[in-house]
């Protein structure tokens, strides 16, 4: 049986997007960055648990048991879309871009305010991903001073 993937199907979510400028050509940057297992370099939600392959998921420990991802294949257009089951609830989707901002590049990723998520969760969770952001860019620039996030 499927589950429902939030995000993509059903009533439309309120949405937040935020983005981190990080120098050098997004090419380059999504071939570095793409692959599922250089999120938990980054991915604060990943950072403390191995990244398993699964079949076409990847598994990570999670608080309350193990979480399933699925993540878009490598791609011309840097899409690093990613879809994570927690195991109870809906299919939570999360999309990530890299596109060219001039001679660098743009790390966009939109936040879904999921239903019944509170006031209270929602701004955690922009604080989660606005520090996300900033540790991808400290890593790729080598700089731990080196981040603005914009939403």
Same mark, same amino acid.
């Given at each position: 049986?499927?589950?429902?993937?939030?995000?993509?199907?059903?009533?439309?979510?309120?949405?937040?997007?935020? $983005?981190v400028t990080i120098p050098g050509d997004w090419r380059a940057l999504y071939d570095r960055i793409w692959?599922?297992?250089?999120?938990?370099r980054w991915a $604060?939600?990943?950072?403390? $648990?191995?990244?398993?392959?699964?079949?076409?998921?990847?598994?990570?420990?999670?608080p309350d048991g193990p979480i399933r991802l699925r993540f878009t294949p490598h791609?011309?257009?840097?899409?690093?879309?990613?879809?994570?089951?927690?195991g109870a609830g809906p299919v939570i989707h999360i999309p990530l871009r890299v596109v060219a901002n001039g001679d660098g590049a743009?790390?966009?990723?939109?936040?879904?305010?999921?239903?019944?998520? $509170?006031?209270?969760r929602f701004a955690a969770d922009i604080k989660w991903i606005n520090r996300d952001l900033n540790a991808l860019k400290s890593l790729v620039t080598g700089n731990p001073r080196d981040h603005r996030v914009r939403s």
């Open positions: 049986m499927r589950r429902k993937l939030h995000g993509l199907t059903g009533p439309m979510l309120p949405a937040r997007t935020f $983005s692959r599922p297992d250089f999120f938990a $604060s939600g990943l950072t403390d $648990s191995d990244l398993v392959a699964d079949g076409d998921a990847w598994v990570a420990a999670g791609n011309d257009f840097g899409v690093m879309d990613h879809w994570v089951d927690a743009e790390v966009m990723l939109t936040l879904y305010r999921q239903p019944d998520m $509170s006031d209270e």
